[in-house]
Each structure stands twice: as structure tokens, then as C-alpha cells.
């Protein structure tokens, strides 16, 4: 791995598309090659996925290695592992940039042992310093604090966490060059195999896409609640969210609990209503515009975080809160 250069970005793809985290990393990507005088190249994985090599164009890659093959229909560890293997070995980067989701999660740390070098995974912040070493800021001890790491080992490797980075805006004008690269896999090799997918049944708008999160804790009280948070919500086209207790006294299922073991989300306005506002949950949050805060404990943590606060309780507020909202809508 001599003579290492460029940003690689290997890319998430859903349901045919490339995924809004592989905008965001070809985003900070380009600000690192810029700084590195360096080509930013992207890595697409799957069957059938040539197509989307314009589309990793037009959000700022430079060159687009395409591995399509069969095998790679659906994410098995071993099939992705050995693909994104042969890419970096042709592509050569000094650094390789996943996104921090269920794949990239899984496949990151892999590929780091692959190369023999290190990684940070779920960083928030990504920059380079005058030796070209990746600066690479994570959260620490539940989101408390953050760490900032580099390493002298190529290729240098972080997963970036959704929603932390933004996107170029699209130029469908911008070319590139597309460079197809044998997938190197053996089928035989493959441990496991991939039995069904069962898609998660959303009704409007998924939390990490929300431009707005109306969130609810354990003071909510029960699951009668959250319909008053569903219909704030509404008003905001945006989504209902919640904190661990809700989701462990079976009050909301667990496909919308926001937190350190939830999903992470960056929202252009959260409402938190009726949670303490602890590390665990803020680690999900955190990346959020406009925190705004309903709750009847003054010194709760929740308001330390928050842009505004009511201080009072939420079967109170909520409803004046809500009948404002929607007269303002009105004019």
C-alpha cells in the first residue's frame, strides 16, 4: 500500500439508491481531498449498481469504482468484505471513509483488519492536518465528551455518523471516470446466506429523515400520550420519537427510540418532551439545530441542551404549545 492517495468513499446503497450517507461522506470527502491536493473517488457495492456511479459524480466524486456482481444482491459480510477488498487495493487511498450504518457498522471493522490499520468508527467530525494525517473527532463515555484521534497506518479508515456532514449540492453537470473492478469473490467462501428481508412498516415521514422530531420520555406516562405527540408532530411533517424507557414499558416500539442503542438523528427541530435529557438519549440527538424542551423538573438536564425550554408539565403546555402552533400556520 505504497505511495497511498486520495479519499475513498465506499458508498450505501438502499433499495437501488444511493443512501443520503453517501452524499454526506462524498461531501466531507471533498473537503479533505481539496486540502490533500488529492483525487476523491467512491467505491459502489451491489447488483446492478453501475447506474449510480453518475449520481456519486454529480455529488463530487472524481472517480467511481463500480464492483457489480450478483453475490453482492444483499448485504452478507463475507461477499462485502472480499468486493470492497479488491477496490482498495486498485484504488490505493491514503484515507477510506464508511458511513456509521448497519453495513458500515459491520463492514468497516473488517476491512481495518484486512489492511492491518486502525479506525474510528461513528465520527462527527473529520478534517486533515500538515502531515495528511486524519484528524478524527468521535464522541466519548456516552456522548459526554469528544475524542480526537489520528494514525500514522495506511490507509487510515473512520465511519462517519449520518447527518453529521453535509452534502455537495448535486451538479449533474460535473464528469468522472467509472472504472469497473472484478469482485474477486468466491462463492464457496461465503458463510452465510441471506434467508428474506422484512422491510420496517413506516406510516409518513422515517425519524432520521424528519425534519422535525417530537420525542417523548418516560414522564409522558403511557402510550395514550404519544398521540398528542403524534398530532405536534403532524403539524411539523415530521416524526415521533422516544426515549429507552418508553420503548421498554412497551408504550412505542422500539424502530423509533432515539438514543446511544437508538437511532441517531439531526433534525432541524427537536422537541423534547417529558424526558430527562440524559447522556444515553443526547448521544442520539445531539446533532439536532433547535432543541426545544417541555419538562416540570427545572434543573433536568434536557434544558442545559436546549435552545428554549417551558418549565411546567407537558399535559399543560403541550396543548397551548400545539393550538399555537397550528394558528400560526394559518396566516
Known amino acids: ?73 444483499d448485504y452478507q459480510s463475507d461477499a462485502y468484505v472480499t468486493a470492497a477488498e479488491s477496490v482498495i ?28 490499520t486502525s479506525i474510528s468508527m461513528d ?17 466519548v463515555y456516552g456522548g459526554n465528551a469528544r475524542a480526537i484521534f489520528t494514525t500514522e497506518a495506511l490507509p487510515q479508515m473512520a465511519t462517519v455518523r449520518p447527518k453529521a456532514m453535509t452534502a455537495l449540492p448535486r451538479d449533474a453537470a460535473k ?19 441471506f434467508v428474506k428481508k422484512i422491510k420496517e412498516e413506516v406510516a409518513g415521514v422515517k425519524l432520521e429523515d424528519a425534519p422535525a422530531v417530537v420525542a417523548g420520555g418516560r414522564g409522558i ?29 412497551n408504550w412505542v416500539p422500539a424502530t423509533i427510540q432515539v438514543g446511544l442503542t437508538g437511532k441517531i438523528v439531526a433534525p432541524e427541530l427537536y422537541i423534547a418532551i417529558a424526558l430527562s435529557g440524559s447522556s444515553q438519549h443526547m448521544a442520539g440527538c445531539s446533532g439536532s439545530k433547535t432543541i426545544v424542551a417541555i419538562n416540570k423538573d427545572p434543573e433536568s438536564n434536557i434544558f442545559r441542551e436546549a435552545r428554549f425550554g417551558i418549565v411546567g408539565d407537558w399535559k399543560q403546555a403541550l396543548p397551548a404549545f400545539t393550538a399555537k402552533v397550528k394558528e400560526l400556520l394559518k396566516e
Open 1 to 73: 500500500m505504497a505511495d497511498n492517495k486520495g479519499v475513498l468513499v465506499v458508498g450505501d446503497i438502499i433499495e437501488g439508491k444511493l443512501a443520503a450517507i453517501t452524499a454526506e461522506m462524498l461531501g466531507v470527502g471533498k473537503k479533505l481531498a481539496t486540502k490533500l491536493g488529492e483525487p476523491l473517488c467512491a467505491a459502489l457495492l451491489g447488483s446492478g449498481v453501475k447506474g449510480l456511479a453518475a449520481e456519486a459524480i454529480a455529488f463530487g466524486a472524481d472517480k467511481v469504482f463500480v464492483v457489480d456482481d450478483a453475490n453482492l444482491k
Open 89 to 116: 487495493k486498485q484504488a490505493n487511498p491514503r484515507i477510506v471513509l464508511l458511513g456509521q450504518s448497519t453495513v458500515g457498522r459491520d463492514l468497516a471493522p473488517r476491512l481495518a483488519f484486512r489492511f492491518n
Open 123 to 139: 465520527c462527527v467530525d473529520l478534517d486533515v492536518d500538515a502531515n495528511k494525517l486524519l484528524v478524527q473527532t468521535k464522541p
Open 175 to 193: 464528469t468522472g471516470e467509472v472504472v469497473d473492478v472484478a469482485s474477486g469473490i468466491d462463492p464457496a467462501k461465503i458463510k452465510t446466506k
Open 221 to 249: 406516562g403511557g402510550p395514550e400520550g404519544f398521540k398528542q405527540l403524534e398530532e405536534l408532530a403532524r403539524l411539523f411533517k415530521g416524526a415521533v420519537g422516544a426515549t429507552r424507557p418508553a420503548v421498554d414499558n
